[in-house]
């Protein structure tokens, strides 16, 4: 039944109306209100009500999430071990000024300048105690000035051994891939990192730095990363800390045989080499179809249907025409023998199919165009060579090949002439590629659908960059800092963010609530705490906003709830 208790704080008691029931035959705690102090007490005992002369009102939700999340890495004090306070060195730490970076990057990324201000609106006083107006960009930049290369590789270092700690990877697969990120960095600034290069996104004539990202198949963290120069290809660079990626899957992987899966783009003579030689690492890797045209012609009958989870969801949902279908070889690469299986899917083909028809007839209506404009010999149309060259431009803007049509200009009676047609033979292979896709391993001993899964959950660590890029959450992108040391510590803030952002998803689906961080973190942004000033008292209380149903999840997935006094307790205190 319900009692009352008392509980000592700082010499002072508060009072909780506490009902206690046996549970699986012990005694527990099934419910408790907080009343307050005695005189609190007093006063709902009169029925007096409280008169408020000022109210505030502070982001809290996000923030705390970000925070209870931290507590079980405790970033602040892992990066002061490797970089201790300076003599008279004052304010918050270099691992303090990390971690407010940090938690930004999980709320609501902004720019250093724009920090203070940001944290001013919040309840970080209460959450984790800072002078906000210690946080400015002047500040950071003389904080991170203090952090060198081998700083920034040791942090990493223990940052992913804390958090193989509490997740330990469990599959034997890794995933690996690459990505760059543009800034704004200008022509004449010095950099070794910011070059320009083939930018995902499209904007190639800005400056760039790459980043490599290893991240574990079962539970999707990161577990190694590094930055690299924006101008270096995809193989130079896996080439240059292969050794530094398998040391990290044999550092933090299970023992026994482990697999990395990477693209096409890094699966050189000398990647492969460097795999081979290590006798207790295996590979997956796709395989450009341009170097094995004869896997593509192989003939529809001799494709099987894979056993995968995808294909049982489809069978189930009547989709069977969409079913991934497989067929599996042998062949000689790189020297050794490997396992080869082609994968064929109907629903990519079509829609490449689709895409495909839809190119090749505006490809098809330029031609009548340029045909026409050479008939009417206008100006700058009478040269086959500057004729041709238009036509192949309209193929590279389309991004089709230049030999589906071939094209005719021939001089006939003084006049240029133009003629074409398709070439159905340079169509018909170039068909044959839609769907398909090819995979090559030296896991001789794996069925067909264990390597075609492996391959398939590449979309991990593609799902990982995109998060990066998002403007909200984690921002690496643009990047904004002027120097390659700043550009370190940034990206260092964002894999660490990054790897927050997937812990707390982890958390909630281990809590039955299985909800995207970004989703978690949106609700929790709306979630505000009030500081009101009562008549004749100088010191405020703060009282929670009543949660939604989403947030009391949240809180009750990290043993936390919301009290009717609105007040935020451990569950059972």
Same mark, same amino acid.
């Given at each position: 039944m319900p009692h009352l208790h008392k509980k000592?704080?700082?010499?002072? $008691?508060?009072?909780?109306?506490?009902?206690?029931?046996?549970?699986?035959?012990?005694? !527990?705690?099934?419910?408790?209100?907080?009343?307050?102090? #005695? *005189?609190?007490?007093?006063?709902?005992?009169? /029925?007096?009500?409280? *008169?408020y002369v000022k109210v505030q009102s502070q982001e809290f939700g996000a923030l705390w999430l970000a925070s209870m999340i931290d507590r079980e890495i405790d970033l602040a004090t892992m990066i002061d071990e490797v970089i201790p306070r300076g003599k008279g060195e004052t304010g918050p730490t270099v691992g303090e000024y990390f971690l407010y970076a940090v938690f930004n990057r999980m709320v609501d990324a902004c720019s250093k300048r724009a920090?203070?201000?940001?944290?001013?609106? =919040?309840?970080?006083?209460?959450?984790?105690?800072?002078?906000?107006?210690?946080?400015?960009?002047?500040? +950071?930049?003389?904080?991170?000035?203090?952090? /060198?290369?081998?700083?920034?590789?040791?942090? /990493?270092?223990?940052?992913?051994?804390? #958090?193989?700690?509490? *997740?330990?990877?469990?599959?034997?697969?890794?995933?690996?891939? =690459? =990505?760059?990120?543009? !800034?704004f960095m200008a022509s004449d600034t010095e950099s070794d990192l910011c070059q320009r290069g083939n930018n995902k996104v499209g904007r190639h004539w800005l400056r760039q730095v790459?980043?490599? &990202?290893?991240?574990? @198949?079962?539970?999707?963290? $990161? +577990?190694?990363?590094?930055?690299?120069? /924006?101008?270096c290809h995809d193989s130079k660079l896996f080439y240059r800390i292969v050794d530094n990626v398998l040391e990290s899957m044999? %550092?933090?992987?299970? %023992?026994?045989?482990?697999?990395?899966?990477?693209?096409?783009?890094?699966?050189?003579?000398?990647?492969?080499?460097?795999?081979?030689?290590?006798?207790?690492?295996?590979?997956? !890797? @796709?395989? %450009?179809?341009?170097?094995?045209? *004869? &896997? #593509?012609r192989v003939k529809d009958e001799k494709f099987t249907v894979l056993d995968t989870v995808k294909n049982r969801e489809l069978r189930e949902a009547g989709k069977v025409e969409d079913l991934l279908k497989g067929y599996r070889t042998t062949g000689e690469y790189w020297g050794k023998a490997r396992t080869v299986v082609v994968t064929y899917n109907p629903r990519t083909a079509r829609k490449q199919h689709y895409d495909f028809d839809n190119k090749l007839f505006k490809l098809e209506e330029s031609l009548f165009v340029m045909r026409d404009k050479v008939r009417k010999r206008q100006p700058q149309w009478r040269d086959p060579v500057l004729v041709k060259a238009r036509y192949e431009g309209n193929c590279e803007d389309l991004h089709?090949?230049?030999? &589906?049509?071939?094209?005719?200009?021939?001089?006939?009676?003084?006049?240029?002439?133009?003629?074409?047609?398709?070439?159905?033979?340079?169509?018909?292979?170039?068909?044959?590629?839609?769907?398909?896709?090819?995979?090559?391993?030296?896991?001789?001993?794996?069925?067909?659908?264990?390597?075609?899964?492996?391959?398939?959950?590449?979309?991990?660590?593609?799902? %990982?960059?995109?998060? !990066?890029?998002?403007?909200?959450?984690?921002?690496?992108q643009p990047v904004r800092h002027w120097t390659d040391s700043k550009i370190k510590c940034h990206i260092l803030t964002c894999i660490v963010t990054l790897a927050y952002l997937r812990l707390l998803e982890i958390r909630l689906k281990r809590s039955a609530y299985p909800i995207s961080a970004a989703t978690a973190m949106e609700n929790m942004h709306r979630l505000h705490s009030c500081l009101l000033w009562s008549a004749g008292k100088a010191k405020p209380h703060r009282m929670i906003e009543e949660p939604t149903e989403i947030q009391a999840q949240i809180f009750k997935a990290f043993g936390h709830v919301v009290t009717t006094g609105r007040v935020l307790q451990t569950v059972g205190s």
């Open positions: 000592m704080k700082k010499g002072r $008691p508060y009072y909780y109306i506490r009902e206690i029931a046996r549970v699986n035959g012990k005694p !527990t705690v099934v419910s408790q209100v907080y009343l307050g102090s #005695l *005189e609190r007490m007093l006063e709902l005992a009169a /029925g007096k009500k409280e *008169e920090l203070p201000g940001w944290y001013r609106d =919040t309840a970080i006083r209460e959450i984790r105690p800072v002078d906000v107006e210690e946080l400015s960009s002047e500040r +950071y930049w003389e904080k991170w000035d203090r952090v /060198g290369e081998e700083d920034i590789l040791e942090i /990493g270092r223990r940052f992913f051994r804390k #958090l193989a700690d509490i *997740e330990p990877p469990s599959a034997e697969s890794f995933l690996f891939d =690459t =990505t760059n990120y543009f !800034t790459g980043v490599a &990202l290893l991240v574990s @198949c079962d539970n999707q963290l $990161p +577990y190694f990363y590094r930055e690299y120069e /924006g101008n044999r %550092s933090f992987g299970q %023992s026994g045989r482990l697999t990395i899966v990477f693209d096409k783009g890094m699966n050189s003579d000398d990647n492969i080499a460097a795999i081979d030689a290590r006798k207790d690492v295996n590979f997956i !890797t @796709c395989y %450009s179809p341009s170097f094995a045209p *004869e &896997l #593509l089709l090949p230049k030999d &589906l049509y071939d094209l005719d200009l021939e001089v006939e009676k003084g006049k240029l002439a133009m003629r074409f047609h398709k070439n159905h033979y340079r169509i018909g292979r170039y068909l044959d590629k839609f769907g398909k896709n090819i995979i090559i391993t030296d896991n001789m001993d794996w069925e067909s659908e264990r390597i075609v899964q492996a391959s398939l959950d590449r979309y991990m660590v593609e799902k %990982s960059f995109r998060n !990066t890029k998002d403007d909200d959450l984690v921002g690496m």
